[in-house]
């Protein structure tokens, strides 16, 4: 049994990235969705006001969304899936996720980044620093 985790926005490339590791993944291995988010700045006030429970809820809610869009109901039904979601900066908390992992899965590009990347800020960052193999799916050409 593996553990594959596959980082995860609200991305079209998040989900073929996670649709690759569902169609990879072997009988017996644990799929991860793993959606990293962060508290807003707060624009130099005092940000103790705002309730990071919120915000880690909003990312739970997203993360379920993608998988759910992106599952069968075969696969929806068998739990093929589990959605963790983790308070950080993107790249260091998947490679620091990635070091109980046997894979990574991620899209080339999430949100964001300048047009003609071929990779993001955070996949680049991943590919470089992870401690286990990562595979990054491309974008379709459609």
Known sequence: METIIVGIDDSANARRALRWALDHAVEGDEVVALHVWHM???????????????????????????????????????????????????SGVLVDQGRDADMLVMGSR?????VGMVLGSVTNGVVNHAPCPVVVVPPTSD
Request: aromatic letters at 8%; a negative charge; charged letters at 25%.
């Open 40 to 90: 807003p700045p707060a624009g130099g006030f005092d940000a103790t006001f705002l309730d990071p429970a919120v915000f880690e809820e909003g990312a739970r809610q997203v993360a379920q969304d993608v998988v759910d869009d992106v599952l069968t109901d075969e696969e929806a039904a068998a739990g093929r899936v589990t959605v963790r979601v983790v308070s950080g900066h993107a």
């Open 110 to 114: 999430g949100h964001g980044g300048f």
